[in-house]
């Protein structure tokens, strides 16, 4: 990380079909060895997958509502006090929060046992818009441990 200036953000192209700038940063994250049309295709047939499988007509819709589900709001961060390291908890900016879901949501998608990636992210977005599965839990898990060091929240 410079010391010298703020890294720039990049401007994010918003997706084909949706024509939407989360999920094309969703479908970047996903993508592997830069093969963005196989990540593209991955994450659409999830989503289409997805929104039959729940009966709901649009699937972007679904897709938000599965990222807002997985947003941590407080997470812990480590700080330097003395010669102590504690963990503070912070509240998480709008733009980290989004970005930890995604990584979550996939990190959780690769682990699960279905056959296909599309499957798996199909099967994640349903159990994040549900309020279960290991990305909700790994939400739950970042609260807790915030919770729990509260006490050193005036550091």
Do not use: C
Not at 134 to 145: P, V
């Amino acid at each position: 990380m410079s010391r010298r200036r703020k890294a720039e953000k990049r401007e994010i192209i918003p997706d084909t079909k949706f024509n939407d700038k989360v999920l094309s940063k969703f479908i970047n994250i996903v993508m592997y060895d830069g093969k963005k049309s196989k990540s593209e295709k991955i994450v659409y047939d999830a989503l289409e997958i997805a929104s039959k499988k729940l009966k709901i007509s649009k699937p972007i819709d679904l897709f938000r509502n599965a990222l807002n589900n997985v947003k941590p709001g407080i997470e812990v961060r480590s700080r330097r006090v003395g010669g102590a390291t504690y963990q503070v908890p912070m509240e998480v900016k709008p733009r980290r929060a989004q970005t930890l879901a995604m990584k979550w949501i996939i990190n959780s998608a690769e682990k699960r046992n279905e056959k296909t990636m599309k499957e798996r992210v199909a099967s994640e977005i349903i159990d994040a818009f549900n309020n279960k599965g290991n990305s909700i839990k790994k939400r739950e898990e970042t609260h807790k441990m915030a919770e729990a060091n509260r006490a050193f929240s005036h550091f």
